[in-house]
Every structure is written in C-alpha cells, then in structure tokens.
C-alpha cells in the first residue's frame, strides 16, 4: 500500500502517541485516587484471577513508612544507605534505625524551635571544626568533625533535659532508651543540611 502513496508510517507513530498518553492518563488518575481505589487496583494487578490460596499476596504494608498499605512488589533502590528516610548516603556505618533514632530525628526535623535551635548548633560545631587541629593536621572532613562534636552536644543536652524526679527504673527506662539513639546518624544528618 505504501508504494500506492498511501503514506502509512504516520498512523503507527499517531498510535504510540495515543497509547503513552492513555497510560500516562491511566498513572495520573491512579495517583489522584483515594487509598482505597489505589488498594483495589494494585490488588488486581497482584492477583487479577483473586486466588483464594494462603500463597496469594499478601495485603499488609512489606515494612514500615510504606506509602500505601499494600504490599510492594521490590525494595527501594539502595536502601541499606539511606538515613533516617531523608534521602541522602549515611556517612556512618549501616546499622538498623531504631525507633528511637526515629523519634528523635522527627522531633528534631517537625519542632520548629528545636529544629531551628540545632540547625545553628550544626552551623556553629561546622565553624568550629573548620580551625581544628583533626582537619588541619589529621585531613579528616569538616562534616564528620563537626558531627562528632554535635553528637557530644545532642547526648550532653538532651540527656541533662531528663527530669530530676525521674528515678530508679523510670530513669534507667530513658537512659537507655536515650542509649539505643544512633547519635552521629543525627548529627550527621543536621550537618549536612
């Protein structure tokens, strides 16, 4: 037919077009839709025929902070790097966030006054680090100086704020909760920003 001056080429181009634009529509309709749409759509996909077996998927969150409460089909790329979820490589060694590393660095991120606090604490320990003798003779980094310092500062700060009346196993209790805090994680974390 091509060879009469028909000229087909353009409808198969005009065709993909259509078909990424329908999808693209379909994506941007899912996002736009409630938890419960999402969910319903997501579970056909995992299972379109519905199998009533014990070894169909799953409908429980694959961990938490999850985005949906659906089971995920893969892991985050990388994820043994990233802190504390803020999205940026740990300069610390890889060690499971504990939830009261997680508790600190919400209230350290979701308090304004605390947050504002220890972001001037993180700029001052980074001045301070700049003129020590670690990074001028020893060429450690500016950053892993500065969060060794704001580390001393957190713990110091944070466990002299434990109520005097706090005693015997309420004390401990929080001691060692205060224990299980991945410090440098933190501290690293409000250095960077």
């Not at 579970?43 to 014990?54: K, M, Q, V």
């Not at 089971?71 to 610390?92: D, H, T």
């Not at 309420?170 to 299980?180: H, K, M, N, P, T």
């Amino acid at each position: 037919m091509a060879g009469k001056g028909g000229g087909g080429a353009w409808k198969v181009a005009y065709a993909d077009f259509v078909t990424a634009m329908m999808a693209f529509f379909l994506v941007m309709w899912i996002v736009g839709q409630d938890q419960k749409v999402r969910r319903s759509v997501s579970d056909y996909f995992s299972d379109p025929l519905g199998a009533p077996d014990s070894s169909a998927t799953m409908k429980k969150p694959s961990r938490t902070g999850s985005p949906a409460d659906f089971i995920s089909s893969g892991s985050v790329p990388l994820e043994e790097m990233v802190a504390n979820g803020q999205g940026r490589k740990s300069f610390s060694a890889n060690r499971p966030n504990s939830t009261a590393t997680r508790l600190v660095n919400n209230w350290l991120h979701l308090d304004k006054e605390a947050s504002a606090y220890w972001r001037k604490q993180a700029k001052d320990q980074r001045e301070t680090a700049r003129w020590s003798r670690e990074v001028k003779d020893e060429k450690k980094t500016v950053e892993l100086v500065a969060a060794k310092l704001l580390v001393v500062q957190l713990q110091h700060e944070l466990k002299r704020e434990i109520p005097k009346k706090a005693d015997g196993v309420y004390r401990e209790l929080l001691e060692q909760v205060l224990s299980d805090v991945n410090w440098l994680e933190l501290a690293e974390d409000l250095i960077v920003h």
